[in-house]
Structure formats: structure tokens, C-alpha cells
């Protein structure tokens, strides 16, 4: 991180995030890190992620180091289902950046905004590499926390003319209908096979198990976002869709373990070869799509790299526009 601090603290509050941080900055740092981690720039050490046995929460670290960006440190945090109840988002998260010469911390970023839209920019950017260019019908699996930040970024992605979504519990959908409404574009409340139907990019946001999306219902050169599923057992899409489709993802290692390729993998349907990072796409290396009738799927299963991606641009403008705090340690 090139912070311009006087070698002390940097405290980054959520409202200094939300300040600082567009979804152009994130959509940038996110395709950056991406093409980085690509070309062996940047690389993520392994996830840890806990069942801690009280609140019914998920408790873990995100860490990597990215050697161009000069960006070290981790995400601490996790997933407590009970805040939504407490006036608080489910996700809780801290991003704690390191100086790569001396160990020393640097930066303490506040990460539940940035978690929100580094990943709703991560599927915006497998939309801007992969999606067919006259994509028109945008669907919508799940509409939690999530959904809103995803629906934003993708719109900006393609002319959408048509928003089609599905929830478990319909009652939520309409924070989605009201960023369509703010958007002139139609809206619907749709079941999911006819939202495969109809869909030409699809975005998976849910906390499933199982799948929600069945191969026979999608149509020919759809594009996919799975970015719900980022643990070991969550499921958001039927493995032979996977199958049948060409399967990019942010890291394979966590896209065959964590990610939504983990079932598809386990059952034998593909192996790990099949998968391309979309940071080869973004550096050139593979095409993407290769032609209209191609699924092609992004398995967005979130790595720390996207964390300290966005937390540095987040420290770096924050520091320059006077948001942050700085302290002495
Ligand atoms: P949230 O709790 O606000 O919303 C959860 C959504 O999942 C709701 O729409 C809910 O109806 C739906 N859902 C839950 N269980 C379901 C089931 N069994 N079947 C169908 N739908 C179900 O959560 P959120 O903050 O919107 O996050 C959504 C998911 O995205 C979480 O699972 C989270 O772990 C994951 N996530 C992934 C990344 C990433 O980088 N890939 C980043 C952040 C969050």
C-alpha cells in the first residue's frame, strides 16, 4: 500500500469506506488483482474459516500477499446469521493491511462495505469479460445484503431491459425492485426455471445447500455468476450445469474446495483442469467466451487478495481526502 502516513496508524472507519470507495475504484482494484494473481503476481494463502460453536456464527481469515501492489495482510471475520435481527449485517469484517518491508501494521480498514462491493464487483467483472455483449434479461437468485450491491454493479455491465428475480421469501425482493425502479427497468418476481428461461446473465447470491438452479432450465449462452457459495457444503447451481459449462473462477484452489465447482469435482463431472482463472481472461491469455451459445460460469468464491485490493485503495484515498485517522502505535 503506497499510504502517505507518517509511518503510524491508519484507521479507515465503514463511513470513511463508503466515502472513498465507488464502484468504478472497485470494479478497478478487483480486475487488477484478478489479472495479478493470473500472472503469479499475487497470491492468496489458504482460507481458515470456523464454525466457532456460538451464535450460530462463521469465524475466519482471508490473507495474501500481492507483490506489485505491495498489498500484505488479511480479512478478519465472518458471517453471524443473528445480526440481521440486531439492526446489523450478517457479515462482519475487518481488513488489517501490513508494510511488506517491516512487518508493521499499517492500516485498519473497516471491511463490511468493501466486502459488499468488492464482491458485487468481482461478478461485475465476469459480466464485462464473459457475458454475450447483447445480453438483455438480468436474473436475480437470492436478495439479501448482497443482492442490492450485486444487481448495482452488474447493471452498469450491460443495456439490461428486463430485471427477473427469485427469492425464497418473496417479502425481500423488493429492495431489488426499488434499484430496478431507480433504474427505469422492468421488473419481475419470476419462479426459477423461468428465470432460467428468460435470463441471459444470471447472478447466484444466496446461503444454499442445494441447488437452486437446474442445468435444463438455462438457456444457451447464458452467463452465470455463482458468488453465494464460499464454504465447504453451500450449493447454489445443479453440478451438471457445471458440466456443461466452460468454468471460470477468481482461485482454483478454493473453487474446487470451497467454491460452487466443489461438488461438480467431487462427483468426477470436472477436474480441476477444466477450470481457467478469469484473471487469463482479463491478461489476454484465454479468449472467454468463444462463441453465443457457450454457458460460461464465474465461480466467485471471494479470496483476500480482492480485501486488501480494495482496503488499500480505500487507506490510500481516505489518507489523501482526509477520512482516515491516523494514531501513533
Ligand atoms: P444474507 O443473509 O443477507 O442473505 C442470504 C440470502 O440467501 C437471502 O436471499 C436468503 O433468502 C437466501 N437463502 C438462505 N438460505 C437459503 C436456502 N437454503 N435456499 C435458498 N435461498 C437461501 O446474506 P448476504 O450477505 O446477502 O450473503 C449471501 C451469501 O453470499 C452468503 O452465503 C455469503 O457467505 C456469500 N458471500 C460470498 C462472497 C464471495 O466473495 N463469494 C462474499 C460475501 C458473501
New binding site residues.
Partial sequence: MSVENKGGLVIVSEAACKAVIDRESAFSAVESVFAAMARGDAYNFPVIREAIGYADA?YGFKSGFDRAGKALGLKSGG?W?GN?AKGL???QSTIFLFDPDTGKLRALVGGNYL??V??AA?SAVSIAHLARKDSKVLGM???????TFQLRAALEQRNFEKIVAW???KD?LGNLQAIAEEAGIPFESVEREQLGAEADVIIT??????P?LMKEWIKPGTHIAC?????KG?QEVDPALIAAATVFT?EIAQSITI?EAQHAVAQGLIAEDDITPIGDVINGKHAGRSSDDEITIFD????GL?DLAIASVAAELAVKKGEAQQIEL
Fill in positions: 462463521l458471517y446469521p440481521e449485517t450478517n457479515h466486502t459488499a468488492r464482491t468481482a437468485i437470492g436478495a439479501g445484503h448482497q443482492s427469492n425464497e421469501n425481500r447470491i444466496t446461503s444454499a445447500f442445494e437452486l458468488m453465494g457459495t464460499d464454504t453451500k477468481d467454491g466467485g468464491t471471494g479470496v480482492q
